[in-house]
């Protein structure tokens, strides 16, 4: 599935599970930043198909796992356990579970990007910004939502583009 329905799923089961920050942090690595390894399979992938290849929307959609590392198979679970172990937490294994996932079911029935991945975008979206709206309201309950709009732009404004002081 594209990143951005990685991260917003993610975003959901985060604020469904009331993470703390530093819980948070490590279900997005979990739940999202382990596609990175694309980028390092990249090289591999542009070998094998030239580097025409990687500017090629299509072919890269189709490559059939040649960019994607270890921790895109299933035997990324004698990674993932044993960090869920130690850490005494489920949530590395919870959130790298959810990813594979939903990149098998994309790979094995849907295709990239497809209706019900944008549905799944979609509700997740809406189920997202309805928490956080929720949770908004019990804070400022005269709030109005293009406040809470505001308030979440600017918030994804500083993190963007942080300020210098």
């Keep these: 599935m594209i990143a951005i329905t990685h991260l917003v799923v993610s975003l959901l089961l985060i604020e469904l599970l009331t993470l703390d920050r530093n819980d948070a942090f490590v279900a997005l690595l979990f739940g999202v930043f382990i596609d990175f390894d694309h980028l390092i399979g990249l090289k591999d992938y542009a070998k094998a198909n030239g580097i025409r290849a990687v500017f090629d929307l299509d072919s890269l959609t189709h490559a059939d796992g040649q ?43 849907l295709g990239n990007f497809s209706t019900p991945e944008a549905m799944l975008l979609a509700i997740s979206g809406i189920g997202l910004v309805t928490i956080r709206y929720g949770k908004y309201l019990q804070s400022y309950a005269a709030g109005t939502f293009s406040q809470y709009l505001r308030i979440e732009f600017g918030w994804l404004k500083g993190i963007v583009r942080p300020s210098t002081v």
């Design 67 to 109: 960019w994607k590392s270890l921790l895109h198979s299933p035997v990324a679970i004698a990674v993932v356990g044993p960090i869920s172990v130690a850490s005494r937490l489920m949530i590395p294994l919870l959130f790298w579970g959810v990813h594979i996932s939903m990149d098998f079911v994309e790979e094995s029935f």
